[in-house]
């Protein structure tokens, strides 16, 4: 299996918690970027958070920056998506991908399909009023 498995999604109502993980079986995991994406029926695919397998530095987009943590455990070989306060504007479909390239001498790219190339399943996420 070349691609990420996510998974973790659900239904909750507004201001509850989920949390995802995306987990790399046979995907080189090492010294790569891993982003968040997620897309809702008839809006654009937003990627909106980002991290370094090897770096703890994540970046966060302002639509979820202080609600949403990701983090890693390079052990398990897997990247989480803590999501907190969600809210019904946070409902969309989630995915979890990965940089082909080694990322280990320069910073995580700006969050786009062409640099995450290897994406997860989806997972859905929905959160009602």
């Known amino acids: 299996q070349v691609n990420p498995a996510v998974s973790g999604g659900g239904s909750v109502q507004a201001g509850g918690t989920l949390k995802l993980s995306c987990v790399f079986g046979?995907?080189?995991?090492?010294?790569?970027?891993v982003g968040w994406f997620r897309q809702a029926p008839g809006k654009e695919r937003e990627g909106f958070a980002s991290i370094s397998t090897e770096r703890d530095s994540p970046t966060y987009a302002n639509s979820v920056k202080g609600r949403f943590t990701v983090s890693t455990d390079n052990a398990e070989k897997t990247v989480y998506l803590e999501m907190n306060n969600l809210q019904p504007e946070d409902t969309a479909m989630y995915y979890c991908?990965?940089?082909?390239?080694?990322?280990?001498?320069?910073?995580?790219?700006?969050?786009?399909?062409?640099?995450?190339?290897?994406r997860s399943q989806g997972t859905q996420v929905t959160v009602s009023s």
């Open positions: 991908q990965a940089t082909p390239k080694d990322y280990s001498e320069s910073p995580c790219p700006f969050l786009s399909d062409d640099d995450y190339h290897y």
């Open positions: 046979g995907f080189t995991y090492s010294n790569r970027c």
